[in-house]
């Protein structure tokens, strides 16, 4: 099966700039997650999708960033203006089941996203 | 609060054995996760334990107690492309299934 896709690779913006993530999950994957991770670090959940609702943004600095998944398939998350401690490469990652009801809830992660902000 | 603690960083021979433990605090606990990150990849599941005891696939094994909190992960015959880091990460009902996520341990194999 096709994995998560995930675009730009790569990206290098300016402080105050803004930046565009995409998401494609797995075929059939209800679950969707955005991650931050800074290097050294775990992995730091900024959004959880079921569908195309949100079960949890807890974690997401909404005053810049913004998540969508439109149609429950694919997502963008959005960063407006970016700061110089958002730099960290941003993971998307889709699952069958959160609940575990069906097995192990393995998460699925796409290549990430590079972000520099200078 | 829920946390977990792993060693930042271990080092081992090529051929050798290497025990990576994790521990965790969480209620409503529904397993733990170990995952691979090699540098500048996106981290890969190796292994899932919600039962006591000890699972075995090839030559990695992860083990649990559940009354002690604590997790190890077992790396045998270790190969260079082992080097890498080994995130654990626990599952809670009470937190919608999310998982938490330890800060990870990197693995240096030398040779």
């Known amino acids: 099966e096709a994995g998560v896709a995930q675009s730009p690779r790569y990206k290098i913006i300016e402080k105050r700039q803004s930046v565009a993530f995409w998401c494609n999950p797995i075929?059939?994957?209800?679950?969707l997650y955005w991650y931050q991770q800074i290097l050294g670090q775990g992995p730091k959940l900024l959004i959880q999708?079921?569908?195309?609702?949100?079960?949890?943004d807890s974690q997401l600095p909404k005053d810049r960033f913004s998540a969508e998944r439109l149609k429950g398939v694919d997502s963008t998350l959005k960063i407006q203006p970016a700061k110089l401690e958002d730099s960290a490469v941003y993971l998307c990652?889709?699952?069958?089941?959160?609940?575990?009801?069906?097995?192990?809830?393995?998460?699925?992660f796409g290549a990430g996203s590079r972000l520099t902000v200078l | 609060g829920q946390n977990i603690d792993q060693p930042t960083e271990m080092t081992a021979t090529e051929g050798a054995i290497v025990q990576i433990n994790c521990t965790y605090q969480?209620?409503?606990?529904?397993?733990l996760f170990w995952y691979q990150q090699h540098a500048a990849e996106a981290p890969t599941f190796l292994s899932y334990?919600?039962l006591d005891g000890l699972e075995e696939k090839g030559r990695f094994s992860s083990f649990l107690s559940r009354s002690k909190g604590y997790s190890y992960l077992l790396l045998k015959e270790l190969q260079m492309k082992d080097s890498a880091s080994y995130l654990c990460?626990?599952?809670?009902?009470?937190?919608?299934?999310?998982?938490?996520w330890g800060a990870g341990t990197k693995l240096i194999i030398k040779p």
């Open positions: 990652a889709s699952s069958l089941d959160p609940s575990g009801a069906s097995g192990a809830n393995v998460l699925t």
């Open positions: 075929s059939g994957h209800a679950t």
């Open positions: 999708f079921q569908n195309n609702g949100v079960v949890d």
């Open positions: 969480t209620s409503g606990f529904n397993g």
């Open positions: 334990n919600v």
């Open positions: 990460a626990v599952s809670s009902r009470d937190s919608n299934y999310q998982l938490i």
